[in-house]
């Protein structure tokens, strides 16, 4: 499964972005689809994660009530929402898919190239 992550891009605190990530299969409903982030001397971390029908969805709690996770299966696409965004979510954002869910980013198989989301203070 080949993906691609996008819609990352400078914005203020407080303001919103929505990233994508497109899969290159049509098994892409077979996945537990999940974004991480990374910012610059951190280690990767959970963000949120969505079941294989989209039923299911799970959020580092820092997120909470901010962040949205969606998919739509005839798209191949997976969806962040992000709003109320803060200077401490500045990371790359990277999608990923894997068999079940997790929080552990061992657990996923495949990746995408990540994005890069700069939030000003």
């Known amino acids: 499964v080949q993906l691609q992550a996008s819609g990352g891009g400078l914005v203020q605190a407080g303001g919103s972005l929505r990233l994508s990530c497109s899969a290159s299969?049509?098994?892409?409903?077979?996945?537990?689809m999940a974004w991480f982030r990374q910012a610059p001397g951190k280690e990767r971390e959970f963000v949120s994660d969505?079941?294989?029908?989209?039923?299911?969805?799970y959020y580092e709690d820092s997120v909470k009530g901010r962040f949205t996770i969606s998919r739509d299966n005839a798209k191949n696409t997976v969806y962040l929402q992000m709003n109320n965004l803060k200077p401490e979510d500045t990371a790359v954002y990277y999608c990923?898919?894997?068999?079940?869910?997790?929080?552990?980013?061992?657990?996923?198989?495949?990746w995408g190239q990540g994005t890069q989301v700069t939030v000003s203070s």
């Open positions: 990923a898919a894997g068999p079940r869910m997790s929080v552990v980013a061992q657990e996923f198989d495949y």
């Open positions: 299969r049509r098994t892409f409903s077979n996945f537990v």
């Open positions: 969505i079941s294989q029908s989209g039923l299911r969805t």
